[in-house]
């Protein structure tokens, strides 16, 4: 059965051609065929998915088929190799004579002067290029090729899933990927051009849609280290078959720089059209990736004792550049989703136009400080320590980047501080002691981006929310108007990402207007 278990993951490394060995093991020789206890031909049964499958019945040749089966994966087109070896051969010995591998040379013997110079030709005749850019660009290492060409002939640049990295997302000639899952700007794109110079892509279905319709205003230019996969699924103009960095090498020497300066506005004019953003709701390029509320359980109390400190909120840049946090601001909810039985006033729904809270803190810095890399998050927590020397339960936060610090008029209940890890500008809480997440989820989260300037003291004199009140049904049966105290708002539009806790059902309020977070989390505390 474990050999059975690849079959889905070398099918996988064959359409992602990607470099793989699977050894197996199979009954003995002398049981082959028979319908043996857990025997399967998984030779036979990978044949079609692999480069390369062998079953090896003689120790004597092990040693090199293995050899030859790692270099098969890598050479070429890299892809999966299967050698299964039987039972009998696995118990037996032999020699073993170490031998250096030979090393793999890139895919050049059908690059051709001839065919080189086609393409640059209609390279050279093409007023609105693209490059779309594939697996292949990443396997044979052309990200500096690529970008060289992009730049040489001012061309566009779009690309698969498997491409991803061969071309900077962040130069301005990047306009996303292409297909079912890529932007407007490539689609678009792709099918105005009158030239598309692909570079190491397969034009999967998830790609072209309609094969026969796909880029038709173009002559395709197809670049592959694959002889197969010319006009396999699109009828191309030119090829050439070769390993793509060896190819680009002697493209980009052949090329003067050429510019297309109208093409490139075109495709400026569509990326502000269709900008990466949903047309409702948020937009902002920072996310709420975690909210850790519940505290964690003290061991061996027999109470139902919660852990508080180690609370935090994992805030990730979800864009594809780098950005900049300095100004952030972390919203907590008012407690109106901590009113059972509630509803809000018809006609006075507040959370059409601003989200209402009660403690906000701010990230420090002047623009320029608090670097968040594209993909990549930053914590906020409660109290940067390292927690599991009180509750082995818990974790270390010392690590985070930012902590948020109250000063208590309680002594009995004091907040501590870690030099270590900055703080939080607090521009107002609500309570006088120490700020926590409510550990059932009564304090939503948001994160906003205010008007760069605002100080706290401004934020709060224009902020205030007033009058702003809601209905309790309560359980004797008497409805009551609920004011809504110390709090201020925070406009929707300043609002990057939300995320409603603790909503249970019709009456149970949830604090963020729909167009910011739609759903909600149900929050239970697990005792």
């Known amino acids: 059965p474990g050999a059975t278990n690849l079959v889905t993951g070398i099918a996988t490394a064959y359409m992602d051609s990607t470099p793989m060995v699977a050894i ?34 003689d120790i004597t040749v092990l040693a090199d088929t293995l050899r030859r089966a790692f270099s098969i994966a890598k050479s070429g087109r890299p892809g999966p190799v299967l050698v299964d070896i039987t039972k009998d051969v696995t118990a037996a010995t032999y020699e073993y004579e170490p031998k250096t591998p030979e090393a793999i040379a890139p895919s050049i013997e059908k690059i051709t002067e001839e065919g080189l110079d086609h393409v ?192 935090y909120i994992k805030i990730r840049n979800n864009s594809d550049e780098d950005l900049y946090a300095d100004g952030m601001m972390l919203i907590l909810s008012s407690g109106l989703n901590s009113g059972m039985n509630s509803e809000m006033i018809e006609g006075k729904d507040f959370r059409k136009e601003c989200c209402a809270g009660n403690a906000f803190y701010c990230i420090p810095g002047n623009g320029q400080d608090v670097l968040v890399k594209a993909g990549e998050s930053l914590i906020v927590v409660n109290n940067a320590q390292n927690h599991t020397i009180g509750n082995p339960n818990s974790w270390d936060a010392t690590k985070a980047d930012f902590e948020w610090y109250d000063v208590s008029s309680n002594e009995n209940y004091l907040d501590i501080d870690n030099p270590d890890v900055p703080n939080l500008d607090k521009w107002y809480a609500s309570t006088l002691t120490v700020q926590v997440l409510h550990n059932r989820g009564f304090n939503a989260v948001a994160i906003a981006m205010p008007p760069v300037g605002l100080t706290a003291e401004q934020f709060l004199a224009e902020y205030p929310l007033k009058d702003a009140q809601y209905i309790f049904h309560s359980p004797n049966g008497s409805d009551y108007t609920m004011p809504l105290r110390n709090c201020y708002r925070v406009p929707n539009e300043w609002v990057l990402d939300a995320v409603n806790t603790g909503c249970r059902d019709e009456y149970y309020i949830a604090p963020w207007d729909a167009s910011l977070d739609a759903g909600y989390a149900v929050s239970y505390t697990h005792l």
């Open 24 to 57: 197996t093991c199979n009954v003995g020789k002398a049981l082959l065929g028979k319908d043996s206890f857990q025997e399967i031909d998984i030779a036979g049964v990978a044949m079609p998915i692999t480069k390369y499958s062998v079953i090896v019945k």
């Open 120 to 311: 640059v030709s209609l390279i050279r005749e093409s007023k609105k290029p693209y490059i779309f850019v594939g697996g292949g660009s990443i396997i044979s290492g052309a990200a500096e090729e690529v970008r060289e060409l992009a730049h040489h002939i001012q061309a566009p640049v779009c690309d698969t899933l498997m491409g991803k990295g061969a071309f900077p997302g962040t130069d301005k000639l990047y306009t996303g990927m292409l297909g079912m899952h890529g932007t407007k700007t490539s689609n678009y794109g792709v099918t105005k051009c009158d030239l598309l110079i692909v570079l190491g892509a397969r034009f999967s279905d998830r790609v072209t849609g309609n094969a026969a319709k796909f880029a038709n205003n173009a002559k395709i230019v197809q670049i592959d280290v694959d002889a197969a996969e010319i006009n396999k699924n699109v009828v191309v103009e030119s090829s050439i078959i070769g390993d793509v960095k060896e190819v680009l090498k002697r493209l980009n020497a052949k090329l003067e720089p050429m510019h297309h300066d109208e093409w490139i506005a075109e495709i400026e004019a569509m990326k502000e059209k269709f900008p990466l953003k949903h047309e409702e709701g948020l937009t902002g390029p920072f996310v709420i990736e975690e909210i850790y509320f519940t505290g964690t359980a003290l061991p061996e109390t027999g109470k139902p004792d919660r852990w508080l400190g180690d609370q």
